[in-house]
């Protein structure tokens, strides 16, 4: 096995050179080998400073994540005891930021007595989005070096800093801007630490300057952050931390933190975000082919429909610099959805967020087009034209005609069966769904819908491209909704017909919400629009929409009076502006529709309203594993967290309900479907596979779908 540490001598400088890919976590064995280097220079006479280097293109990115939840994260030596031992030293230490250091990594470096970094590095505690505060004295020694504001943002967001921000800060005491060897510059300014004297440094000796702080600092700032952090527990905490920091010694404040970091850690918060880290790299392992099947090359995209959509998705690739054409039936279609993309541009300019030299740079990406002919070139083609089979299909026969052999033809159909699509023209394996969400050039979801006869280096190719365009995807089988819509189905039958039992939109509402979802279902339709809602569940098949006249009955009723939600001012609620208040119409509307279906009024319970909502969402979700449309559980849970605004605390429906107990799940289902009576009866099946793994004392995450 190579040497986690490279131990290096250069006249009477040590360089330690972490050599542990692929991101130097720190693991047991690397830890272990950073000590033993640490012991040996120090026990070595001759050796004046120590370098702490990389060998890889990164720094380091912090702890192991392999040993998540095992008896090595902590054994000795741990982390947080490395560092201590680090700053204790007699010898000045040098940290070579190369590259990224994040988590343990920037803690590492931070320990260290003085930095040198590149200008393209990073620093950054991103333990905030795994539940978790920085455990190894990041909320310590950082508001000591950077100032509490800086610290307290780069903490609580997790988002890293560049070096230039810290070397203003004082983090970094050099930044090395000019070409040549990187390491070589860090031996240099080694020796002139050492020709100067320069003292060891400890975060020890220096107290957090508060003297320029306002009283009202951290209120202000738990303030500022409240809305974004809603529900969270792990930000408090790493408020807490840095307020300790400001009054405490280091020491206390060390102790401060790891008491602060174990609260976090037996959450079930942390397990719920830990699991949603470990879904993202799993959604991109697909069951039977080959991770080492090539991708495709994607240089060139055509969009077909220049509308909400297809303006959108232009906006994903042109962001990365490739270029795309779009086509419509005709230039004023083009021209309007040209005009959409440039407006969205132009305010993210005005917002600082693009330079106007970027926003030129984008649309000059951008072509446009009403001849197939013009699409010969392209690498990739999607669609996202009216949902409708008919022109669908022509749309699919006039690419086959034009397009070169191996270009992927991609279809963002939200409902239509991508298999029929793919049948219709004679390289079905090139056909593949690529479900984006709206606003496509902001949502970070994208369901990669995998039809029969797709090949694999075309499902590869768009995983591949996925991550380039940034988006978080998860791949599905072909079946009404995808993942996401069918699982939403459920949630949003019971969801209406509760209101029909007498439950208030915006009591139903606030139950969802206090759980923690972006925004409870009646408000999501009326933003949606209640008018797309009942023109998809025309095409819905039967074992939903049709089977019984109250499904979402409310939402027939609203569209009937033209009432659309937001866009019409009127749909749940009355919208004045930005604001909505209650209607008692839709209310007497419910009473109304109630009557006429025989459906008795009451008081409904909260927790009722949650439980046939949240536990629909979840049976369905097992339904979808059952018949295979999601690959494993939480595949279904990036879904939800990334598309449907559920609360990454929970961590996605499945993950919530491994963490509740399935069987709390089904037994509140046998209960309802009891209580419920013959409308219980109709819609309460629990799924197989709910069952099962109850009867088997198994959680979702055991249930993986093969190949
Ligand atoms: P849209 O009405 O805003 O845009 C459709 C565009 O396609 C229009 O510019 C129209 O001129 C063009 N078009 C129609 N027929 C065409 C043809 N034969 N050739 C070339 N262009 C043609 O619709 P949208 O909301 O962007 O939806 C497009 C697709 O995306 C649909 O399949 C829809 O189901 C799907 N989708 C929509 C959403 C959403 O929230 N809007 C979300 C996900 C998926």
């Known amino acids: 096995m190579p040497q986690l540490v490279n131990y290096q001598v250069h006249d009477n400088i040590v360089i330690l050179s972490l050599n542990a890919p692929p991101v130097n976590g720190l693991g047991y064995a690397l830890r272990m080998a950073i000590r033993d280097g640490f012991q040996q220079a120090t026990e070595d006479k001759t050796v004046k400073a120590i370098i702490l280097s990389s060998a890889l293109k990164l720094f380091c990115a912090g702890a192991d ?114 070409d040549g060897d990187f390491l070589k510059a860090v031996i240099e300014y080694t020796k002139q630490l050492l020709d100067s004297n320069a003292p060891v440094r400890s975060c020890a000796d220096l107290d957090v300057d508060t003297s320029e702080l306002p009283e009202s600092f951290f209120a202000d700032f738990r303030q500022s952050i409240a809305r974004r952090t809603r529900g969270f527990y792990a930000p408090e905490r790493c408020i807490q931390a840095v307020e300790a920091a400001c009054e405490l010694p ?65 906006m994903n690739f042109v962001n990365v610099g490739i270029p795309v054409t779009l086509l419509d039936l005709d230039e004023a279609a083009l021209e309007r959805g040209i005009g959409v993309i440039n407006n969205n541009y132009q305010i993210s300019a005005k917002k600082g967020r693009l330079s106007p030299a970027q926003v030129e740079e984008r649309m ?85 819908v995998r039809g029969a006869k797709t090949a694999d280096d075309v499902l590869v190719t768009t995983i591949k491209m996925a991550k380039v365009i940034k988006k978080v995807s998860v791949v599905a ?100 502006g930005r604001n909505k208040k209650e209607d008692p119409e839709v209310l007497e509307l419910a009473t109304g529709l109630a009557k006429e279906l025989g459906i008795s009024q009451r008081d409904v319970p909260d927790q009722e309203i949650l439980e046939r909502t949240i536990y629909m969402l979840i049976n369905e979700g097992a339904q979808v594993l059952d ?24 961590g996605g429906p499945m993950q919530y309900a491994d963490e509740i107990g399935p069987d709390v799940v089904l037994s509140a289902l046998n209960k309802y479907r009891t209580e419920l009576g013959a409308y219980g009866e109709e819609w309460f099946k629990p799924a197989p596979l709910l069952e099962k793994l109850v009867a088997e004392g198994k959680r979702f995450k055991d249930h993986v779908v093969s190949a």
């Open 65 to 178: 994540i392999r040993e998540f939840g095992s008896d090595k994260a902590f054994a000795d030596p741990s982390l947080p005891d490395l560092l201590n031992l680090m700053e204790e030293s007699s010898k000045p230490i040098i940290a070579a930021i190369n590259g990224m250091a994040l988590g343990g990594g920037c803690e590492l470096a931070l320990a260290c007595d003085y930095r040198m970094a590149i200008p393209q590095a990073k620093m950054g505690l991103p333990e905030v989005h795994l539940g978790l505060l920085p455990g190894a004295g990041g909320t310590q020694r950082l508001p000591r070096l950077a100032g509490v504001p800086l610290a307290l943002e780069m903490i609580v967001s997790g988002k890293p800093a560049s070096a230039d921000k810290l070397h203003q800060a004082g983090v970094i005491d050099e930044i090395y801007t000019r």
């Open 250 to 314: 280091l020491a206390e404040g060390l102790e401060k933190e790891s008491e602060l970091f174990m609260t976090c850690a037996n959450t079930s918060q942390a397990r719920a975000q830990q699991h949603l880290f470990f879904a993202g790299s799993a959604a991109s392992k697909i069951p039977g082919i080959d991770p080492k099947t090539q991708a495709r090359k994607i240089g060139r995209v055509a969009i077909i429909g220049s509308g909400t959509m297809g303006g959108g998705i232009a």
């Open 364 to 448: 000059a990406l951008l072509d446009t087009t009403t001849d197939y002919a013009d699409l010969a070139d392209a690498d990739m083609v999607i669609e996202a034209v009216f949902e409708n089979m008919d022109i669908k299909k022509k749309v699919f026969r006039a690419l086959d005609e034009v397009c070169k052999p191996g270009a992927i033809l991609a279809s963002n159909t939200s409902t239509l069966d991508v298999d029929e699509i793919a049948e219709s023209i004679s390289r079905p394996g090139d056909v593949i769904g690529l479900h984006f969400f709206s606003p496509a050039n902001v949502m970070r979801l994208l369901e990669i």
């Open 477 to 576: 089988g072909v079946a009404w909704g995808f993942i996401g819509n069918r699982v939403l189905e459920p949630y949003g039958r019971e969801a209406s017909r509760l209101i029909l039992e007498g439950a208030t939109p915006a009591q139903v509402d606030r139950v969802l919400y206090d759980f923690g979802m972006a925004m409870g279902l009646p408000s999501m339709i009326d933003m949606a629009g209640i008018d797309i809602g009942c023109l998809t569940r025309q095409g819905m098949p039967d074992a939903f929409y049709g089977r019984d006249p109250g499904y979402a009955a409310i939402c027939d009723k609203l569209y009937e009076l033209g009432r659309f939600g937001q866009k019409t001012a009127r749909g749940f609620y009355i919208y004045e």
């Open 627 to 650: 018949d295979g449309i999601a690959y494993r559980s939480s595949d279904i849970d990036l879904v939800y967290c990334n598309g449907y605004g559920f609360p990454a605390h929970r």
